[in-house]
C-alpha cells in the first residue's frame, strides 16, 4: 500500500491542453510539496502547501491542498512540451514534524509528455 | 541562487567496497537529508541530521551506512561494504530551520555497485 498515491501514473497530451494530477492518502500530512524531476537530475521544488484548503498559483500551475489535509492537485493550464516531467507530490506527515525531523514521503510520481 | 551540489554525479564501485558520497548543503542551512531512488521506484528517506547528529533513521540505513559533517560546509553518507542492492540515485538535501517545510535537493550521484 502506497503512502501517498499519485494518478495517473502515465499522461501524454497535446499542447494548449489542460490537465490535473493528483496526490492523495488515507493519512494526514503537516505539508505537501510537489517537485518536478527530470531524468538523471534531482527534483527541482516547485511548491509547498501547509494550510488545509490553501491554493497556491506558479504561472500556469495551480497547486491546492485539500482541506482535511490528506490530499493535494495540480493543474496545469495551456500546457507546454516544456512542461514535460515527472512531477513528484512528497509530504511531512502529521506526527512525523515533531523535533523538526519533517522527512519526506514521496509518492511514485506522474510522468507527463505535451506533445507540440 | 543556492543550491545543493553533489559530488561524484556518477560512481561505479565493486560489491565490498566503501564509498563515500559528498554533499555541498546549502550555507545557511540547519537540518540535512539522505534520500535513494532506486530505477524506477519512488525516492525514498535514509536519514536526517541536524546539530551534528541524526535525528532519524530510516530501516535502509543500517550499520554499513553512516553520515558526517567533517567541517563547516560538507555533508557526507559513507557505505562501508557496498551490495549490489546498493545501486541507485542518492539525493542530498537540505532545509533552512525549524517550521520551515521545504527542502531542497541535490542533484544527485549515481551509484552503481558491480
Known amino acids: 500500500t502506497q503512502l501517498l498515491e499519485q494518478s495517473p501514473q502515465f499522461l501524454s497530451i497535446q499542447e494548449g491542453e489542460n490537465l490535473t494530477v493528483y496526490c492523495n492518502s488515507s493519512s494526514v500530512f503537516s505539508s505537501l510539496q510537489w517537485y518536478r524531476q527530470e531524468p538523471g537530475e534531482g527534483p527541482v521544488l516547485l511548491v509547498t502547501?501547509?494550510?488545509?484548503?490553501e491554493v497556491k498559483k506558479l504561472k500556469r500551475l495551480t497547486f491546492q491542498f485539500g482541506d482535511a489535509r490528506k490530499d493535494s492537485s495540480l493543474h496545469i493550464t495551456a500546457a507546454q512540451p516544456g512542461d514535460t516531467g515527472l512531477y513528484l507530490c512528497?509530504?511531512?506527515?502529521?506526527?512525523?514534524?515533531?523535533?523538526?525531523?519533517?522527512?519526506?514521503?514521496f509518492g511514485k510520481g506522474t510522468l507527463l509528455t505535451v506533445n507540440p | 541562487e543556492p543550491e545543493v551540489t553533489q559530488t561524484p554525479s556518477h560512481q561505479v564501485t565493486q560489491m565490498g567496497q566503501e564509498v563515500i558520497l559528498r554533499c555541498v548543503p546549502i550555507s545557511n542551512h540547519l537540518y540535512f537529508y539522505w534520500y535513494r531512488q532506486i530505477l524506477g521506484q519512488k525516492v525514498e528517506f535514509l536519514v536526517s541530521?541536524?546539530?551534528?547528529?541524526?535525528?532519524?533513521k530510516s530501516e535502509i540505513f543500517d550499520d554499513q551506512f553512516s553520515v558526517e559533517r567533517p567541517d563547516g560546509s560538507n555533508f557526507t553518507l559513507k557505505i562501508r561494504s557496498t551490495k549490489l542492492e546498493d545501486s541507485a540515485m542518492y539525493f542530498c538535501a537540505s532545509r533552512t530551520g525549524t517550521s520551515d517545510h521545504e527542502q531542497y535537493f541535490g542533484p544527485g550521484t549515481r551509484l552503481t555497485v558491480t
Open positions: 502547501v501547509v494550510t488545509g484548503g
Open positions: 512528497a509530504g511531512v506527515r502529521w506526527g512525523n514534524s515533531g523535533g523538526s525531523n519533517y522527512k519526506l514521503t
Open positions: 541530521f541536524y546539530n551534528n547528529e541524526i535525528s532519524e
